[in-house]
């Protein structure tokens, strides 16, 4: 049986950017894997809430416990309500 648990929080840090912190473990067997990361995003849109049409860059970095540091590259998210 597999389990898993993830926790993260979300602070605004302008009107148009934000911070989020999570942390995820996993469970399986004999076997866990425990994960912490973060990322930084900024709107493109006028406000970081803006639910109709959001495109966001985000950088984001992950550290898996006792093994590495996970760089991710520049993301860019769009989302467009229809």
């Not at 984001?60 to 590259?73: K, Q, T």
């Amino acid at each position: 049986m597999r389990h898993g648990l993830n926790l993260g929080l979300t602070v605004p840090s302008g009107a148009r950017d934000a911070f989020t912190l999570y942390g995820d473990a996993f469970w399986q067997g004999g076997n866990q894997m425990t994960v912490f990361g973060g990322f930084y995003a900024i709107s493109l849109a006028n406000e970081y809430y803006d639910d109709q049409n959001k495109t966001s860059l985000h950088l984001e970095g992950v550290y898996r416990w006792n093994d590495a540091f996970i760089p991710s590259p520049l993301q860019v998210f769009f989302t467009c309500k229809l």
